[in-house]
């Protein structure tokens, strides 16, 4: 009989994930260059400035169940798609507005929509349809698709608002992600079953299971279910805590307060955009890890580490990039996202074939807690004129997310599948895929 020694499908789907995750990072990494020039034109608050990054996180956490049931009842290719014309569309509108609502309807609204649509449920949906083997590796390197963003944007947004102006960076943004589209059209596939072929790893061609009910009605009860159990509201925590110490304060108010301290914008915008190069190796190393370790140690080692590398910080800022700064960096990149992959790993473990949709809410936590963080980091700001207790405060929560990560109990026997899964179709023979 004959074998191929084809590709596997799979791969091709998760390097359109790849890009488009990347396609739509650039916002990601605007906001922190954006502050300054926009509060010295418009002369809003920065804590105006910071509620709008506010609504845009939560917006980015709380659209991720949906998005995750909505691909599950539209198929991953229109969501998608439709999620990088929100970004393209919130990102370039940005260059006409006038007021601070207008700023929070843009940033705060389309682009929050646009990439909560493309969040990390979006990751667990891509690696629970098309991969059994290498999941945990391939978690983590999609995640890191977002850090390759802010690698390749946040220097270029940089320049270009020190150049061009802010309205420039704004349409780059746009266009980096529209220009993604035709590919994710193309490319992008819904279930390896479509193509009558198994998941990577897998030995047999299992049917999509039945979408029951609309997309909210799925992801609302798919939180109500977990939030009856323990493991969601610990996992939950300290992700919340996670958002708060990575996107929410670091993500958004390291440039300012490294400005605060005399160094200029672009390189403390190169600073950050270094946190995203060792993120890359961070995480794709943590999912590597997650195949292998206990992922609830491992969230205790991530948070632990991230808390005591928060707390001195404030100590480190100076007018140029000294090496105790670079060290800071290079540590705190490695940590950056490290724990989505054992998060997702676990809520596959406690939480079966809901996971990606639980993730979704899990995630939700996470940019609920980068919302508060974001709105009152700028608050301390304007009011003590220091960013210091936010730091401070930061490294205290996260050493407590490594407590919470500590208490999760191990699951005996099969984790629970909440949705029925239809029969297995043998897989077809002539193929044969290697990785």
């Known amino acids: 009989m004959t074998r191929s020694r084809r590709l596997h499908p799979a791969w091709t789907v998760a390097a359109v994930a790849f890009v488009a995750l990347v396609g739509a990072a650039g916002f990601r990494a605007a906001p922190s260059v954006l502050l300054h020039p926009l509060h010295a034109e418009f002369r809003w608050p920065l804590a105006t400035i910071s509620a709008a990054v506010s609504v845009n996180l939560l917006l980015y956490g709380l659209t991720a169940p949906f998005a995750a049931a909505l691909m599950d009842r539209f198929g991953i290719r229109r969501v998608v798609a439709s999620a990088l014309l929100l970004v393209a569309a919130g990102s370039g509108l940005t260059v006409f507005m006038t007021a601070s609502w207008q700023l ?30 290498r999941r945990g590796l391939v978690t983590g390197v999609l995640t890191a698709g977002g850090a390759t963003g802010q690698l390749v944007f946040l220097p270029l947004v940089a320049v270009l608002v020190d150049r061009y102006g802010w309205r420039s960076a704004a349409l780059v943004v746009a266009g980096a992600a529209l220009a993604v589209v035709p590919l994710v059209v193309w490319l992008l596939r819904e ?9 990577y790893g897998a030995t047999e061609v299992t049917p999509p299971p039945p979408v029951a009910g609309g997309a909210a009605a ?29 996107n929410g304060l670091v993500g958004t108010h390291f440039v300012p307060a490294a400005h605060d301290h005399g160094m200029p914008q672009t390189t403390a915008a190169g600073l950050l955009a270094l946190v995203g190069l060792f993120d890359i190796v961070g ?3 943590s999912g590597w890890l997650t195949d292998r370790v206990d992922s609830r140690l491992l969230l205790g080692a991530y948070y632990a580490l991230r808390g005591a590398s928060l707390l001195v910080l404030p100590g480190l800022f100076a007018a140029t990039a000294e090496p105790s700064m670079l060290v800071f960096i290079v540590f ?29 809410w899990v995630f939700a936590a996470h940019q609920v807690g980068a919302a508060l963080a974001a709105t009152g980091a700028g608050l301390v700001r304007d009011q003590l004129g220091d960013y210091a207790p936010a730091w401070y405060a930061a490294g205290a929560l996260s050493i407590g997310a490594a407590g919470l990560s500590l208490l999760l109990r191990r699951r005996r026997g099969v984790p629970v599948e909440p949705l029925a899964v239809p029969a297995a179709v043998p897989v077809r023979r002539a193929w044969s895929y290697r990785g």
């Open 104 to 133: 929070i309807l843009c940033w705060g609204v389309l682009v929050g929509l646009g990439t909560g649509s493309m969040a990390l449920a979006f990751v667990a949906t891509v690696t629970g349809r098309w991969f059994v083997h």
């Open 191 to 199: 279930h390896p079953a479509d193509l009558g072929l198994p998941a």
């Open 218 to 246: 799925r992801a609302l009860g798919a939180l109500a279910q977990a939030a009856r159990t323990r493991p969601f509201w610990l996992l939950a925590g300290g992700f919340a805590i996670c958002g708060a110490t990575t």
């Open 283 to 285: 995480t794709i190393a």
């Open 332 to 360: 705190y990149g490695l940590d950056w996202v490290a724990t989505v992959p054992p998060t997702v790993a676990l809520c596959r473990e406690y939480f079966g074939a809901s996971a990606a949709v639980v993730f979704g």
